[in-house]
């Protein structure tokens, strides 16, 4: 059974900087694309980043020049670094991550169960 797990929200002040986590257990897979998503109150979900398996990335301009994402395979997470943070940031954000199950090849999508971030003016 695949699982996320994400970790590293909490309260910070604008201009402050958070580093998320989400580490993807379970076996017989491998991981594709991954991705973070935010969903600020009252707003439809919105992609923040993303990265491939090999490494590339993509930005929502809002984030852009603030945020990196990364990625470290041999421990199955990714990672988003956030910096420069201001009050609209202010979300619950969610990991993504496209599993390809090596005995069927078939792919899914999984998510986290998203982590708090505040950011106060």
């Known amino acids: 059974q695949v699982q996320l797990v994400e970790s590293g929200g909490g309260l910070v002040q604008a201009g402050g900087s958070l580093k998320l986590s989400c580490k993807v257990s379970g076996s017989l897979f491998s991981i594709n694309d991954m991705a973070w998503y935010r969903q600020a109150p009252g707003k439809q979900r919105e992609l923040a980043a993303t990265?491939?398996?090999?490494?590339?990335?993509n930005y929502a301009d809002s984030v852009k020049g603030r945020f990196t994402i990364s990625r470290d395979n041999a421990k199955n997470t990714v990672y988003l670094q956030m910096n420069s943070l201001k009050p609209e940031d202010t979300a619950v954000y969610y990991c993504k991550a496209l599993i390809t199950y090596r005995r069927s090849g078939s792919e899914y999508a999984y998510w986290g169960q998203g982590t708090q971030v505040t950011v106060s003016s």
């Open positions: 990265i491939t398996s090999g490494g590339s990335t």
